[in-house]
């Protein structure tokens, strides 16, 4: 640990060398000497505001805060700053926890960066609707994420919500139109992401199959977001996949760090430097596209024939103040963020359950076959008729709590006021894994993945219980004005992937191997990424199915 906080000491003294020299006369090797000389006081000081700044934070927090149960403490002279420490590698068994001792009630998580309120199941319903002035969804969001530290650029995102109006605006209303250019885009990924060529393609090979779903999914959502011009740019590909993992790292990382020393830590983090080295490469590769565009409009505005690309619908919505090239390119990073990892994971937790429960293979291939040949192809009517595949996805997917944070004073149904300021969530895991909370009943930790096919056969049911349906028992992306806008672009994309792949190819595990535990961080839940499968062409014995999904290339992976 010594010599980690003297290197990163030394790495600052590189980075920030002329600006200090300014400051104290001295140049980068005296810079250099006086850390190294100086080594034990800098850690005795680290150590000491970590130690008053925890105090400080504890105190000031307790005074202000709403007053609720914290679950899980072993003892009660374990320090806090412990609990929150393995809360980031314990917090699911917490959380269901604290719902199995005050399931009606309230209580409290507690994290090393912040503390949040679990309320109970029933003001869903309450919270649903509630204005953005009151209930900040975005503000839990930017605190979530150390957005500070991680987005940088703080009056962005505090004074627009651009991208989100285009995804409501156009993104959402637009998908069925979309679906020809992701297809187009999928058959040339697959055959990009080669993994299987050659005569190996046919033999059982070991793959990593959270590689291949993010090379998948990076590949067809920047089609739609950054268009023809940027969609194949292998530079593009690397920063809409790395920046979110820099990103993520980096919040990671000073979660576990006290506010106070949250700005020195990060400068040490070669995460952080990454995240800002990621951004400013996205706005050198994107400001001449948006000039060209923007000219084109200019110079030919009866004759431009304008992309239609997310990219240009943020151009065509942005006010003044949100039309600065580098913010555009800013916010394709975030909405790659948002896609990108969420859709692959959704993909790979599929792939992995499906490898535990072979017998499903049959009827979801049924199903593909059935439809493509009733619509004559794929379409995005195709993909709504898959209920079989979305029903697995649904039953597959990992619940992560939806966070928000009160701006102002919330007083709820039953009388309970709210301060300013309170992290608030629902245990939306743990009402996954509530008996009385599952649609139809039955057991809620047998892997059932065609519960809600049955469910919707019921006519009354026919638009319920979908992947990206949300509702007060299915808090997957969130519900009411706080659900997520992208799930039904997410939707589809894991559809067609998966629809791909199951025709496509055979998938079990190796001899030996068993479903892969899920690896979590605090709230935030994900596949193993290091868990590779057995994976193998097939041959496709319905000549007219593989030449309707894979054309006439055979879509070659």
Known sequence: MEAYIRESALNVTALAGPYLESLTGLD???????????????????????????????????????????????????????????????????????????????????RNDDDVLIIPRHHVNDLRNVHETKLSGMDAHMRNMLAEYTFGNMHMMETSDLHRRVIIRKLNPLLGTLVPALKDELDYAVGVLDQLSGPKAWEWTPQGIDDLTVGLVS???????????????DEWLYLSVHYTENLGWTRNMLRLFPKITRPVAALCMRSYWGIYRNLAAAQRLLRPIIAARR????????????????????????????????????????????????????????????????????????????TIREDGGV???????????????????????????????????????????????????????????????????????????????????????????????????GHGLYACPGRFFASIEAKLILMHLLIMCDFKFRDGDTRPANLSFEEACYPDPSFRVLMRRRVIPEKDISDLILGSSGGAL
């Open 28 to 110: 980068v090797e005296e810079q250099r000497v006086w850390v190294q000389e100086r080594q034990s006081d800098i850690l005795v000081g680290i150590a000491a505001t970590t130690v008053v700044a925890y105090l400080v934070k504890s105190l000031v927090g307790y005074a202000l805060s709403f007053r609720a149960p914290i679950v899980g403490y072993r003892h009660w002279l374990e320090p806090g700053w412990l609990v929150g420490l393995r809360f980031g590698f314990d917090a699911t068994p917490m959380i269901r926890e604290g719902y199995a001792r005050f399931k009606d009630g309230y209580f409290k998580v507690r």
């Open 219 to 233: 590949r067809i959502s920047a089609r739609i977001f950054v268009g023809p011009e940027l969609c194949r740019n």
């Open 295 to 370: 000219d084109g409009v200019k110079n030919d505005p009866a004759g431009y024939q304008k992309p239609n690309d997310f990219l240009q619908w943020m151009l065509d919505d942005a006010r003044p103040d949100e039309a600065h090239p580098n913010d555009m390119a800013h916010r394709q990073l975030i909405v790659a963020m948002a896609a990108i990892h969420t859709t692959s994971m959704s993909v790979s937790h599929f792939i992995y359950d499906l490898c535990a429960h072979p017998e499903y293979i049959t009827p979801l291939r049924e199903e593909i076959i059935q």
């Open 379 to 477: 379409k995005k009517t195709t993909l709504n008729k898959l209920r079989l595949m979305d029903s697995f996805l649904k039953e597959s997917q990992r619940l992560n709590p939806p966070l928000r944070i009160v701006k102002t004073p919330l007083t709820l149904r039953d009388g309970v006021k709210i301060p300013v300021g309170t992290h608030i969530a629902i245990a939306s895991d743990a009402v996954s894994h509530d008996a009385a909370c599952l649609p139809g009943g039955g057991d809620p930790a047998a892997f059932d993945p065609f519960r809600y096919a049955r469910l919707r056969e019921d006519e009354a049911n026919k638009n319920r219980y979908q992947f990206a349906t949300t509702d007060e028992m299915n808090l997957h992306f």
